[in-house]
């Protein structure tokens, strides 16, 4: 997900991205608990693309 995609959503589709992938990234810590997940750098991913949701939506706001 790039961060130029982010910045033309609206706040409500960014409120949704973010819902999305805070339920993704549970359910990859559950995976892990579990040992069903082989490939654990997704879960890298996710919270990286949490962390650029949450900035576009600060900088958002700040405007």
Same mark, same amino acid.
């Given at each position: ?5 982010? !910045?033309?959503?609206?706040?409500? *589709? ?6 999305? $992938? $805070?339920? *993704? ?5 559950? !995976? ?10 997704? $879960?890298? /991913? ?15 706001? *700040? /405007?």
């Amino acid at each position: 997900m790039k961060v130029s995609e982010l !910045q033309g959503k609206d706040q409500a *589709a960014l409120t949704k991205e973010l819902n999305d $992938l $805070l339920k *993704a990234q549970f359910s990859l810590r559950m !995976q892990i608990a579990t040992q069903q997940l082989t490939n654990t750098s997704q $879960l890298k /991913k996710v919270r990286r693309d949490i962390a650029r949701v949450k900035t576009v939506m600060n900088q958002k706001d *700040a /405007k």
